[in-house]
């Protein structure tokens, strides 16, 4: 795959102002086509539904688990939530065409939420912080609306908000339905209004989300990184993998060593370019 050199302190910019970004050509095709065929083996090992949720993906195929530290995306990941970070969830969307609107129970269809906790984590004066950021890997052709895209309310994290309704087939003011194409990135924080819409098309949606957070939270898919996953890990995964020393303390104030993330992080704001 190609890394690409973004720029981390207008997309930072951006990224608070709207609570999402879209990047495209992340992934080269190749790479996409592997994935798909990753989750080609994954599917055939599963029940057949209309809808597919598979939680802690990167421990189901090693081509999945080279995500969690993509190098593209990672110094934007370390501006945006901080270098004391953690993978938090992957989870595996796949949502075939339901013209009917079918309700199942993989969710074939989730109305307007923000993630997070039950019961939700704090808010102040009505807005929730931003406690966990995802990047969804968009693996099939999204690029027209009403294909199971996502919808975001942009602004949303950052005000008072709540739809006029939360169900996702009606139209909320200013709802926008995320649109990609194979190896694009859509990146969202917890804290943003957001749905899955149905998928009216003759396409199956394929979305893989990979989400951080800060070390010192509790992630969704495990207690511990398995042996497998942290046999051939860089210092950069192990990391991401929650590994940074015995002393559970030392998630609340590491050491320098102990958190190698700390390198992409960009000290002057007005330097807006990781090289």
Not at 51 to 71: G, H, Q, T
């Amino acid at each position: 795959m190609t890394q690409q050199t973004l720029d981390i302190a207008a997309l930072t910019k951006q990224f608070h102002e709207d609570g999402y970004l879209i990047l495209r050509n992340v992934l080269s095709q190749e790479k996409v086509d592997r994935l798909n065929a990753a989750i080609d083996r994954i599917v055939a090992e599963e029940p057949e539904t209309l809808a597919y949720n598979i939680y802690n993906s990167v421990e189901r195929d090693d081509e999945i688990a080279s995500l969690i530290d993509e190098p593209t995306l990672l110094p934007l990941m370390v501006n945006l939530l901080g270098y004391n970070i953690q993978l938090h969830i992957s989870h595996l969307t796949i949502r075939k065409p339901n013209p009917n609107d079918v309700k199942t129970e993989s969710q074939s269809f989730i109305n307007w939420h923000q993630d997070g906790p039950h019961p939700q984590f704090p808010k102040q004066n009505g807005i929730t912080s931003t406690y966990y950021i995802k990047t969804c890997y968009i693996l099939s052709d999204m690029s027209e609306p009403d294909r199971g895209n996502t919808k975001v309310i942009p602004g949303s994290h950052n005000k008072p908000f709540q739809p006029e309704s939360q169900d996702v087939r009606g139209k909320v003011d200013g709802e926008v339905q995320v649109c990609g194409k194979p190896g694009d990135v859509f990146i969202f924080p917890q804290n943003l209004w957001h749905a899955g819409a149905p998928n009216h098309s003759d396409f199956t949606r394929r979305q893989l989300f990979l989400g951080y957070s800060p070390i010192w939270m509790r992630p969704i898919d495990y207690r511990t990184a398995s042996d497998r996953l942290l046999a051939t890990a860089s210092p950069y995964r192990k990391q991401l993998l929650g590994v940074i020393d015995d002393n559970p303390f030392k998630y609340y104030v590491p050491q320098e060593s102990m958190v190698p993330l700390k390198e992409f992080y960009i000290h002057d704001a007005g330097q807006s370019v990781y090289k």
